[in-house]
């Protein structure tokens, strides 16, 4: 691999300061857990136009803890995916603010957010979404070559990840060579590669037998736990859910209730309450 001896002249350079004499931003102390990581304030996202409009949120605001496993649960079409693509600047929202720590996401421009998103953000996908003529190993170094940091691959913490997730021997097969839950935890390696501030994952053993769904789980609880990582995760799986510190619920579009240090059995109670007909839903 070519070593790249310029210093300055790299394209990304017009991220860096170009003028010698702004000091650099400070590199942000290690965080302490608790406080929130992400959050957004009156989060509304309306798809399509007219008769045809479909609000897929209306006026959400939570927050989401550093350093924790939050899940968000709700029935199919109550806007989970839309609300994680928000967070993470994957959609724009129709109104309303999100926050990654200090820095409001929603009052970037395309080319700020595309460059915080690579840096300081992870997304794990429910399909994976692994390039299949890549290795597991470039497709989990694939995000510091997007955020144009190739030349400093960290060989350390690249061996911490590919061990707890225990895919060393399989780092230089192809995807179309491994198991779903091999690919799903190669999946998150590249998503916790970049050290992000945040890990989205939407549904993420939506696709895996429960075994390898039990391991990606255990896998990210362990990332939460040992690595101090933030994670946000949306399933449909009270088994899933109970892995996580918070449950945050979600009805039609907007916030229903949360469970703190769920069980199965109080995801199970807490998701039939929502459902049952009671009526008078959006009081508060
Ligand atoms: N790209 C889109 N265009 C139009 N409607 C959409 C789109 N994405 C989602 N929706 C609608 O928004 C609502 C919320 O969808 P979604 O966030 O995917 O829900 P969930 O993930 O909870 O199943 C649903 O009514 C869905 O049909
Ligand atoms: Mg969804």
């Known amino acids: 691999m070519p070593i790249d001896a310029t210093r300055s002249a790299r394209p990304d350079s017009a991220v860096a300061a170009p003028t010698?004499?702004?000091?650099?931003?400070p590199v942000p102390p290690p965080v302490p857990r608790g406080g929130a990581a992400v959050r957004c304030a009156d989060l509304h996202k309306t798809y399509g136009r007219a008769e045809a409009a479909v609000a897929a949120l209306s006026g959400v605001d939570v927050a989401f803890d550093r350093g924790r496993l939050t899940a968000i649960m709700g029935p199919s079409g109550s806007g989970k995916s839309t609300l994680l693509h928000c967070l993470a600047g994957l959609d724009a929202a129709t109104s309303g603010r999100v926050?990654?720590?200090?820095?409001?996401?929603?009052?970037?421009?395309?080319?700020?957010?595309?460059?915080?998103r690579r840096r300081r953000l992870g997304f794990v996908f429910q399909s994976f979404n692994?390039?299949?003529m890549l290795t597991a190993e470039q497709n989990?170094?694939?995000?510091?070559?997007?955020?144009g940091r190739r030349p400093r691959i960290d060989r350390e913490w690249l061996a911490a990840l590919v061990d707890v997730l225990g895919i060393e021997a399989r780092m230089g097969h192809r995807p179309g060579e491994l198991s779903g839950g091999q690919q799903q935890r190669v999946a998150i390696a590249r998503a916790l590669i970049t050290r992000p501030?945040?890990?989205f994952a939407d549904e993420?053993?939506?696709?895996?037998?429960s075994r390898s769904g039990a391991e990606v789980l255990a896998l990210l609880r362990r990332s939460v736990r040992e690595l101090g990582q933030t994670v946000v995760m949306v399933t449909h799986d009270p088994v899933a859910a109970a892995h996580a510190d918070r449950v945050v619920l979600l009805a039609d579009g907007r916030l229903a209730g949360e469970v703190d240090r769920p069980t199965p059995?109080?995801?199970l109670s807490a998701l039939g309450a929502l459902e049952a007909p009671s009526g008078t839903g959006g009081g508060a």
Do not use: K
């Open 204 to 209: 993420p053993t939506g696709n895996l037998d």
């Open 20 to 25: 010698p004499s702004r000091v650099p931003p």
């Open 130 to 132: 692994l390039l299949p």
């Open 265 to 267: 059995e109080s995801v």
């Open 197 to 199: 501030e945040v890990v």
């Open 99 to 116: 926050f990654l720590g200090d820095t409001e996401l929603t009052a970037l421009d395309d080319t700020a957010l595309t460059l915080l």
């Open 140 to 147: 989990v170094l694939l995000p510091l070559e997007l955020a």
